[in-house]
């Protein structure tokens, strides 16, 4: 036992704190958290029956039929349900729920729907960039924007708008974005900025209230030079464009947001070079923590939309096998079988439990981890919403709230910390969604003739999974991200997107 | 042998392509809205004037005349650009071999006729089946030979489209299961909507209801098995040969787009992990490819366990074609995804493809019993 007291072998890789992110939080929650994930699961099945199975195949149809549809009928039932604001803190006018728990409901939605359960989770991916840059008075303007559009019955949602024509990867990493060919310029003007260019492939797009567009104020240095803003739908300048025509996931629209000297007021403006100059990182640094922050947590959603679609891939293979005798023998009877299904289960397990160890991580060291210290968890938890409302909202107001969060948040953050959430997020997203890709092969296959039916459901999931291989970062980027901060860093002399031209 | 050396066979191959450049390059995403686009009736009318269909049957029932490798590089040709017109080809020729097997020349003489239109003529049938798998449709005999067919049948392809259908039937008081003619037009027959698929939308199938339809039997009673084997085991090839047609297309693309699509300041290409995928792609191509015509010769030829090489083909490529299109997505990204580009439907297709001829784990699991129990070497 004398050997645990030598710190250095513990930093060896896997390093101690990078395998154990689970046996450190567990003491750490509150236990509220079980009580509440226990209920978000619930909420989300009983919406499952009512809502997302009976209309996920119309749905689908629909968009196929009529390309430009939007889902409003099911954007006012999540709203209804409170799904846009049940995961927002409390201080910014939320429910509150613990944020790990929204991973639970999107794999519960996941499992009828992606695209319904992207519909939902999506909204939060545009939440957690407003949250990345900790401008508290912002958050708080948009957040309660997003409550109130539940308590009128106009849902407002938010978007990130960040893939643009001619990159797509490069924009999630600063390696590759110092290299890349970006066109959506924010120029610098009194009062704010002027946004022009175009993103695509904006999930939920035309749906959103909000839409968290990263520009950048010089095209020739985009990775010192990124800015986060806000810009509202019906601005002066921004319009919309085509709606994709996706293979799956046909429910959720991938927009295409079009910006023509766009005017985007200071008060819009999330984050930029100028607000953190004065970070005790390099602005590239700090561009990429920021990142890394939003994607830590989007991407364990993203886990969990492929772990979702395993999971519904795996109910109808085995609906199916129950149900279907194949050569006079029911199909579940067929060891075959037996082991396709277990097969399929233990995918799902795997991959869920990828995404709950990336949330762990997110609580011990990212974005979760102030919501998560029991005096806050607590505090606004049985704080009245009135009282919070009173006593605490006008906080985010002050200046000086954002500037105590930010040094929070950027400059107490450790490098070893944010390669810990970073590196399980990658790992997350591309295990999870490689399962979910693969539980759906495996169901149209064990479904034969029946697999390919859309009236079968298998198809659809399958033709929705693949998308989760895509957006987020490819997993092949994702691969990449895990080597650059789990891998790479213990290797002298190795260097993640810096491929030399002679190697290929 | 190289299909390529033989005059015949490059004839053969030079045509598809200028068929499929100048009828399917432009129009096959509007082809693959079917059925909110109408069915590309136009392009099978020109097909059968070419002579794809029929191109197995003998000459003397004024068929093609010609064999299974040519089969095989017509679909792997065709399906190159769009393999939907490949699942009409290869359902109409699988029906046709069942025909052709019952060695009942009568059953095939009445449905080659060559009047009508060419959906018309063509011959629909339940591809995405083994009928062994099971059957819900029952026959009875009546007076004068033929028999009444009552049941429901699902995923019937070219339903709704051919003027008549082979069907797998079970007689009652009988073993085993037999085929049937069954005219789609004439009473006691009613066809559903087109059934909406993965892939393959342009080659339509629909479910039937049958309530006392009229139908004449193929061949011997309760022989549909033996009839079924011998068809699949020389259509496996062809299968295998659609779903290379599929990785070609998908592996041409990738590279194409790998060429132009920028990343981190270079063309993607030139980032060695795309460049990993694109081996993988290409390599099984070549084995696909090999594989492909290996199994049409040896059909051809009659060689020793050349239906256990055609079977082996049809699994083996159906799973590369399966993972090639995966990645053939992949290296596109986003874009993949989108119907704008071809990869997302070679995707789709590639796994329909795969389920030609019934379910894929049973199919190993048969070939291995035919090994097990002495019937053929592996």
Redesign the interface.
């Known amino acids: 036992m004398r050997a645990g007291g030598n710190p250095a072998l513990l930093e060896r890789e896997p390093r101690f704190e990078d395998i154990t992110c689970s046996l450190a939080s567990v003491p750490k929650l509150p236990r509220a958290v079980i009580k509440e994930t226990r209920d978000v699961i619930a909420i989300a099945r009983a919406f499952n029956d009512r809502v997302v199975k009976p209309r996920a195949l119309e749905l689908d149809r629909r968009k196929r039929e009529e390309p430009d549809y939007l889902p409003w009928d099911f954007v006012e039932e999540a709203n209804r349900a409170g799904f846009y604001s049940m995961f927002i803190p409390k201080l910014f006018g939320g429910h509150g729920i613990n944020m790990p728990a929204l991973s639970y409901l999107l794999e519960e939605l996941s499992s009828g729907c992606s695209a319904m359960s992207n519909l939902v989770g999506v909204h939060y991916l545009g939440i957690a960039t407003l949250c990345g840059s900790f401008n508290l008075k912002l958050m708080n303007r948009l957040m309660r924007d997003v409550a109130e559009g539940e308590r009128t019955g106009k849902p407002c949602l938010i978007s990130l708008a960040i893939t643009e024509p001619g990159a797509g990867t490069d924009v999630e990493e600063m390696d590759l974005i110092s290299r890349a060919k970006v066109t959506c310029h924010a120029k610098k003007v009194a009062g704010g900025y002027r946004v022009n260019g175009t993103k695509i492939f904006i999930s939920n797009g035309h749906l959103s209230t909000w839409h968290m567009v990263i520009g950048y104020s010089d095209l020739e240095r985009p990775e010192v030079n990124t800015v986060l803003m806000a810009v509202k739908t019906g601005d002066e300048g921004f319009s919309f464009g085509r709606q994709e025509h996706k293979m799956g996931q046909k429910g959720c629209p991938a927009s295409e947001l079009i910006f023509e000297d766009c005017f985007v007021p200071e008060e819009n403006v999330a984050i930029d070079d100028e607000q953190a100059k004065n970070f005790k990182r390099p602005i590239k640094e700090t561009n990429m923590q920021l990142i890394d922050y939003v994607l830590s947590v989007s991407r364990a959603g993203v886990g969990a939309f492929g772990t979702g679609v395993a999971r519904g891939a795996y109910e109808e293979a085995l609906s199916f096998a129950s149900e279907t005798e194949v050569g006079g023998t029911l199909l579940i009877n067929q060891e075959w079988a037996q082991c396709m299904l277990s097969e399929m289960y233990k995918n799902v397990a795997l991959a869920r439990l990828s995404y709950i160890e990336s949330n762990y991580a997110n609580g011990l060291h990212g974005m979760f981890k102030l919501l998560q210290w029991k005096p806050v968890f607590y505090l606004q938890k049985y704080m009245p919403a009135k009282m919070v409302d009173a006593l605490l909202a006008p906080f985010c107001e002050m200046k000086i709230a954002t500037t105590l969060f930010r040094k929070f948040y950027f400059d107490m953050q450790k490098t070893n910390e944010s390669q810990c959430t970073s590196g399980w997020a990658s790992l997350s997203k591309f295990a999870a969604t490689d399962a979910g890709v693969k539980n759906c092969q495996m169901a149209v296959e064990m479904m034969g003739q029946a697999g390919l039916r859309h009236d079968c459901r298998a198809e659809k999931h399958l033709r929705d999974s693949k998308l989760l291989q895509i957006y987020e970062g490819t997993n092949q980027l994702n691969r990449i991200n895990l080597f650059k901060n789990l891998i790479g860093r213990s290797v002298p002399g190795a260097r993640a997107f810096e491929e030399g031209e002679g190697t290929s | 042998m190289s299909a390529k050396a033989d005059p015949e066979l490059s004839m053969l191959c030079e045509m598809a392509h200028q068929f499929a450049n100048g009828e399917l390059t432009d129009t096959c995403q509007d082809n693959d809205r079917f059925p909110?686009a109408p069915l590309f009736g136009g392009v099978l009318e020109k097909a059968r004037e070419v002579g794809f269909f029929d191109l197995t049957v003998p000459e003397e029932l004024e068929g093609g005349g010609m064999d299974m490798v040519a089969l095989c590089l017509a679909l792997q040709t065709l399906c190159r650009y769009d393999a939907s017109i490949g699942g009409v080809v290869f359902t109409d020729a699988l029906a046709k071999e069942v025909l052709v097997a019952s060695a009942d020349p009568a059953a095939l003489t009445g449905v080659l006729s060559r009047e009508g239109d060419a959906l018309e003529s063509l011959i629909a049938f339940?591809s995405?089946?083994d009928p062994?798998?099971?059957t819900s449709l029952t026959a009875i005999a009546v007076d004068g030979g033929s028999h009444r067919l009552s049941g429901d049948i699902?995923?019937v392809v070219l339903a709704g489209v051919a003027s008549t259908a082979v069907l797998p039937a079970v007689i009652e008081g009988r073993d085993g299961y037999s085929f049937f003619t069954v005219s789609l037009n004439g009473g006691g027959v009613t066809t559903g909507s087109p059934?909406?698929?993965?892939?393959l939308r342009a080659c339509p199938a629909a479910d039937l209801s049958l309530n006392g339809a009229q139908a004449a039997i193929v061949g011997k009673a309760g022989e549909g098995a033996r009839y079924f084997d011998a068809a699949a085991a020389r259509m496996g090839a062809a299968a295998a040969a659609m779903a290379l047609g599929i990785m070609k297309g998908s592996f041409e693309e990738a590279l194409e787009y790998a060429r132009q699509r920028?990343?981190?300041?270079?063309e993607i290409?030139?980032?060695?992990?795309?460049?990993r995928?694109l081996a993988d792609m290409a390599i099984k191509t070549r084995v696909a490819e090999m594989l492909v015509f290996e199994a049409g010769y040896s059909v051809e030829e009659k060689e020793e366990g050349w239906e256990q090489s055609s079977r082996a083909a049809s699994l083996a490529v159906g799973q590369m074609a399966?993972e090639l299109t995966?990645d053939g997505?992949?290296v596109l990204?986003?874009n993949?995804?989108?119907?704008?580009y071809g990869q997302?439907k070679r995707?789709?297709d590639a796994?329909?493809v795969?389920?030609l001829l019934?379910?894929?784990?049973?199919r190993k699991?048969e070939y291995v019993r035919r090994v097990v129990e002495g019937e053929s070497e592996y």
């Open positions: 909110i339940p995405y089946r062994s798998e099971g699902e995923s059934v909406q698929g993965l892939g920028r990343q981190g300041g270079r290409i030139n980032w060695s992990e795309v460049r995928i399966c995966d997505i992949q990204g986003g993949g995804y989108m119907e704008d997302e995707f789709r796994r329909q795969q389920s019934g379910l894929v784990p049973r699991l």
